[in-house]
């Protein structure tokens, strides 16, 4: 009689779990290490402040990484958006004397508008987006290098543009609203459900009617939006915008948002793959956080964040493989105990 | 009748469509030269530096052809370049011996790849993706190299003598007959280009995905390799930003060439010596006209964007899809 309830408690309770392990689990094993040689990943005041801002930097990031990548879509000018769209809006904002959130809003209408633009050439040349991403990230990059004369932007001085990144607060409402926006739009709503109707099958969606290209194209803008706060955060908090970025030197960026959003993929199986990217950005950061506090070189970083990526992808991509290897272990062990019973009782 | 000629019409618009990357390389060569005579540069030391510039993005653009062709991506072959060169340059710091650095680099640049294509085969991870990490991991360890003795640099001397166009020329025709041969003329080539046109239909002829994935990746290991080797041999100090722009310019080269991103039949060895060609022309071309305009370099950029779009997209005007490409 209470087999519902309690496969539904059962349910809930695998979710809850299967959502919150990785975080947590990392989160507990990097606060051992930590401890265990002496430091802390929140030493001093500034490293709640540091924490959030990655938190939001990485999520982003992967969400606008995942948009497109999720429907077959490789985005390389991701990088390039969030660089141009910081280098226009604050050349407006430091001229006209603007403040935090006049930078921040001119540059999510450049990103917005950037976004769109790259879209609109994927859509309108008809070339795999690999190819064209390539051409807009070596547009982009050039028109940043251009607009500035080949100088970085600097915000010396300029304490009223960066309010937004010291403040806790704000990036955590940042984080929230970016989230909520997200889940609406692609999870609760008709654009939504013909994004999802695409992504599982092109050809039977087109035909009944969807609009590919505007679907695209919006994809594309809210990616743009995502990544001008990448941008506007980035810029305010270094302090500067390198524009010595030619020759590809901004893809680096969506390469660091592969770990998040496979880990992100995985979490969502539980819940929400969107509050997936915001667990991994945790614990994405919790690992920044980590290798800040140990003094961790960033070659060795580097390859940490590698063998992790690996090893995750191996485990999604040989799942089945490795759940049977468990199961067989599993029921050897069952038959060892059964025997060892017999043995005992004779 | 009718039929026939519109047949025989559009057989000709596809073969003059095809031909846009050759096409597009002599009207750049002669735009150089008509503007070379306008703005009276030196053509000699021009030619070589273009040549200087081609040489190793062609090699190593040529070797990789062999996994473009199985639609798969290698987004490392900038990082292993530098790995090979470090260690070339490092076993020829010690020893003293040329042949010895040739081999370091490819053994370095092969055991690379291999890591690579072994990954990806055996725990059938995302060749894209694994090559994202592998992209970390060389970074990293030509950090350490480079590093590794307290400075920032890797500073090769004695090699001067290997420093000329002659070399590079005879590295280049070697290893792309060679290519030509694999591609064109064994069952290599020609059952990559099947796995790349079809893998499925291929798989169930009994083409092993497995043995042709690594057989391209040892092609273009070795291309990265003489690659490496020529870079060491170039910049006689080896720093973190040496052979930087080689990574994405190769893929840009190849599409430049002509080759489909989604690999295949169509696939042409020739295409990595065209695009890679072809764009270091272009920037030749742009250095002369925007030499004395400020931030030449970002306009430099973004007309080479524009071209590099308005190239591949008249080459691909045969296959438009009714639906977005992906």
């Not at chain 1, 940042?174 to 709503?189: G, H, K, M, P």
């Not at chain 2, 006689?236 to 002509?258: E, K, L, W, Y």
Request: overall charge positive; hydrophobic content about 50%; some cysteine.
């Amino acid at each position: 009689m209470n087999t519902p309830t309690l496969s539904k408690t059962k349910k809930t309770a695998r979710g809850i779990f299967g959502t919150l392990i990785i975080p947590v689990a990392v989160g507990l094993i990097l606060w051992i290490v930590c401890a265990a040689n002496g430091v802390s990943m929140f030493s001093n005041a500034q490293s709640l402040t540091i924490f959030v801002r990655g938190v939001a930097t990485v999520m982003l990031t992967t969400i606008a990484l995942a948009i497109n990548l999720n429907s077959g879509r490789f985005d390389f000018s991701l990088g390039s958006v969030a660089t141009l769209s910081a280098v226009i809006s604050a050349q407006i904002t430091l001229n006209a004397g603007g403040n935090a959130l006049t930078m921040l809003i001119l540059s999510i209408v450049f990103g917005i508008l950037l976004g769109a633009v790259s879209g609109g050439i994927y859509v309108l040349l008809r070339l795999p987006p690999i190819i064209t991403s390539l051409g807009v990230a070596l547009l982009y990059e050039g028109l940043a290098f251009t607009i500035t004369k080949g100088s970085n932007v600097s915000f010396y001085g300029k304490t009223d543009v960066s309010g937004i990144t010291t403040n806790v607060l704000y990036m955590l409402i940042i984080i929230a609203a970016v989230l909520l926006i997200t889940i609406v739009l692609f999870d609760r709503s008709r654009f939504g459900y013909r994004y999802k109707a695409l992504m599982a099958g092109q050809k039977v969606s087109v035909n009944t009617g969807i609009k590919e290209v505007s679907n695209a194209v919006v994809c594309y803008a809210f990616s743009g939006a995502l990544m001008s706060i990448v941008g506007y955060l980035t810029a305010t908090s270094v302090g500067i915008i390198s524009v010595d970025i030619l020759n590809f030197g901004s893809i680096g960026v969506m390469f660091s948002a592969f770990l998040p959003m496979f880990i992100g993929g995985f979490i969502g199986r539980y819940s929400n793959d969107k509050l997936g990217y915001l667990l991994a950005a945790i614990t994405m950061t919790f690992f920044s956080m980590t290798y800040s506090a140990l003094s961790v070189k960033s070659s060795t970083q580097s390859i940490i964040n590698a063998v992790l990526l690996v090893v995750f992808l191996i485990y999604l991509s040989n799942e089945k493989t490795v759940k049977d290897i468990a199961a067989l272990k599993h029921i050897r062990n069952l038959f060892k105990k059964k025997t060892d019973g017999e043995t005992n009782n004779d | 009748m009718d039929k026939v000629k519109t047949n025989e019409k559009f057989s000709k618009r596809q073969k003059l469509i095809s031909l846009t990357p050759i096409i597009g390389l002599v009207i750049l060569l002669i735009l150089y030269v008509v503007i070379g005579i306008i703005k009276d540069i030196n053509f000699k030391a021009g030619f070589e530096a273009i040549v200087n510039q081609s040489v190793i993005l062609a090699i190593v653009a040529t070797g990789a052809i062999f996994i473009f062709t199985l639609g798969s991506f290698d987004i490392s072959l900038g990082a292993s370049t530098l790995v090979s060169a470090c260690a070339g340059g490092l076993v020829y710091n010690a020893t003293g011996s040329v042949a010895l650095m040739l081999l370091t680099c490819v053994a370095a640049s092969l055991a690379a790849s291999l890591v690579s294509s072994v990954l990806g085969s055996i725990f059938n991870l995302p060749v894209f993706v694994t090559t994202v990490a592998m992209m970390s991991v060389l970074s990293a360890v030509s950090e350490m190299l480079i590093t590794g003795k307290g400075g920032n640099q890797i500073r090769i001397s004695g090699l001067s003598g290997l420093e000329n166009i002659w070399v590079k020329l005879i590295f280049l025709v070697i290893f792309t007959a060679i290519c030509v041969f694999v591609f064109e003329f064994t069952k290599v080539g020609r059952r990559q280009k099947a796995l790349g046109g079809n893998p499925v239909c291929a798989k169930l002829t009994g083409i092993s995905v497995k043995t042709y994935a690594i057989l391209a990746f040892i092609m273009a290991g070795v291309g990265i390799g003489l690659g490496g080797f020529l870079t060491a041999v170039r910049a006689s100090t080896i720093t973190s930003g040496t052979a930087s722009d080689i990574g994405m310019n190769i893929f840009i080269a190849i599409v430049f060439g002509g080759m489909p991103i989604s690999g295949g039949p169509r696939s042409r060895i020739y295409a990595a010596i065209i695009g890679s060609f072809s764009i270091r022309i272009l920037s030749q071309i742009l250095t002369m006209l925007l030499a004395a305009v400020p931030g030449a370099n970002g306009i430099a950029q973004i007309v080479r964007a524009i071209f590099f779009l308005a190239m591949v997209y008249l080459a691909s005007m045969n296959y438009r899809t009714k639906m977005l490409p992906r």
